[in-house]
């Protein structure tokens, strides 16, 4: 008896890993969570992959909102106050080593 196998085609729009989901977001707005409770939202226009080189992911965003979050202790009340600063930027290039959370800025 003979095992059979069947090769279904790959569509476009597949999606088999988290980079995936990255490449089908091209020309899209997206969110970005970095370190040091730091938010970006923006569209994404350029996505570089250097696997044999650095194992690191390139990505450019134009229009651009940078949100800060600081945490800050009331010394009358003891009480924490949030504060979100949002910074508006035309162009982020952002620097990330391939499935983790480091990166750099600019």
Known sequence: MTEETHNAPVEPNAVEGPLDLVRLSLDERIYVK?????????????LLLF?????HLNMV???????????????ETYEEVIRNITVLESQWNFTSEKNTSNE???
Do not use: F, M, S
């Not at 696997?51 to 194992?55: E, F, K, N, V």
């Open 34 to 46: 970095l370190r040091g409770d730091r938010e970006l939202h923006g569209k994404l226009h350029v």
């Open 51 to 55: 696997p044999a080189y650095d194992g």
């Open 61 to 75: 965003l134009g229009d651009v909102e940078e949100t800060i979050t600081v945490v800050e202790i009331n010394e």
């Open 104 to 106: 750099e800025r600019r």
